[in-house]
């Protein structure tokens, strides 16, 4: 088969495989991209495989850099981008289900393809378009199926976070994966414990992102991965609970996050803790600590301005995605949140240092209290967001705690 007329993200990168076909070298583009140009998805990063080895890939190209060259992996700089180039490799075995113990160089295609997790991503293809396809992977394409190249346990025991790749692709390409293959997984799942955490974050956060969502979950929770993941053991239900979303796609890794804990009611103090086991960043773990008592209110129906104007500029694209799968009506949240007078703090027509000239006994936290103050006011319509009103407001507020106190 030869695809025609090559992408232009393959076109861009072909003189790098013609170089090192002119030198008597084979090369080929490998992996995701190649899969993703034949279902006329877009195209990610595109990928290189040579008979040459790292010295020899150095020696043609001008501009190189040792991106992973104990693998083989070099990449060449070239004025239309960079492309990763790394050499035919097989792998020796897996002590730890992550690492090989160590790669041989090869000169064989075959044994390159070979060792790759699944058939659709061990296609190849050379710089007129022309695929190799030595397991049937194009077959797969077609089918739709998510097959193991040779047998599925070897290539988990490889390593186990392709596991994880398999529901990952089977949400973003809607496919199915093959039953000897599912029921590897199942069988192996308590494997992805060997995987570092934040691999699997990876991977989950891709399939929880992905369009079709809830296939990769429904597979995730019945072939028991979700056991082998920080603090899901025993979560069946809450994660089966998600199943029924409605189908809306989560564009944020902070939603994907926000679903999760919303799913397993967790209390606000508890997802920092539950976040960090998932090495998350401190950003996704204060967002969702943030957002998850205003979604609550929203799915109650109760969430006032204060409430809104606590979520912050994620609302709209963080937290609304969440209220959308949850099956709420989101258009009137967003237009109560679009109608708040002011959305964040430096939205306030006065700042600290302006409010100590006008009352010098605010200092310390009596100022912090209030700016608070003054922006709970103007959220509730009680102060209009003017230097005037607010400064009224705020010695209007001084002179009856200074009467309280007397």
Not at 116 to 130: I, W
Not at 153 to 179: G, K, N, Y
Request: proline share 4%; glycine share 6%.
């Amino acid at each position: 088969m030869r695809l025609s007329p090559l992408p232009a993200e393959f076109e861009a990168a072909a003189p790098v495989l013609r170089r090192l076909n002119d030198a008597g070298y084979e090369a080929y583009f490998v992996g995701g991209a190649v899969r993703d140009a034949l279902l006329h998805d877009r195209i990610h990063d595109v990928d290189i495989a040579t008979s040459a080895y790292p010295a020899e890939v150095k020696a043609l190209f001008k501009r190189t850099v040792d991106t992973g060259i104990q693998h083989g992996t070099v990449t060449v700089l070239q004025p239309q981008g960079q492309y990763e180039v790394t050499t035919f490799r097989t792998e020796s075995t897996y002590q730890d289900y992550r690492r090989p113990d160590h790669v041989t160089f090869v000169r064989s295609l075959r044994e390159d393809l070979q060792r790759r997790d699944f058939t659709v991503n061990a296609l190849a293809m050379d710089h007129t378009g022309q695929i190799t396809d030595l397991f049937d992977g194009l077959g797969d394409l077609q089918r739709h199926l998510l097959r193991a190249v040779g047998k599925p346990e070897e290539r988990f025991h490889e390593d186990a976070l392709r596991m994880m790749r398999a529901v990952r692709f089977q949400s973003q390409l809607s496919f199915t994966i093959e039953p000897a293959a599912e029921a590897a997984i199942r069988h192996h799942h308590q494997l992805l414990e060997k995987i570092a955490v934040e691999r699997i974050n990876m991977e989950f956060v891709k399939m929880m992102a992905a369009q079709d969502r809830a296939s990769g979950l429904k597979t995730f929770i019945d072939t028991q991965l979700y056991a082998a993941c920080p603090g899901l053991a025993g979560q069946q239900t809450a994660l089966t609970s998600m199943l029924a979303d409605v189908p809306h796609r989560l564009a944020e890794s902070g939603s994907v996050w926000l679903r999760l804990v919303f799913a397993l009611g967790l209390a606000e103090n508890a997802v920092g803790p539950f976040l960090r086991a998932w090495k998350t960043t401190n950003t996704e773990r204060r967002q969702a600590a943030r957002l998850l008592p205003v979604l609550a209110k929203i799915q109650a129906g109760t969430a006032g301005a204060w409430d809104l104007y606590q979520a912050g500029p994620e609302f709209d694209s963080v937290l609304l995605p969440v209220a959308a799968q949850l099956g709420i009506a989101v258009d009137q949240w967003q237009e109560r949140y679009a109608a708040l007078p002011i959305h964040q703090a430096h939205d306030l027509a006065v700042d600290g240092r302006t409010v100590m000239q006008a009352a010098p006994a605010l200092r310390g936290p009596a100022l912090g209290q209030a700016m608070t103050a003054m922006t709970q006011a103007v959220v509730a319509g009680q102060a209009a967001n003017t230097p005037a009103a607010l400064l009224a407001y705020i010695q209007k507020t001084q002179q009856t705690k200074d009467g309280q106190s007397l």
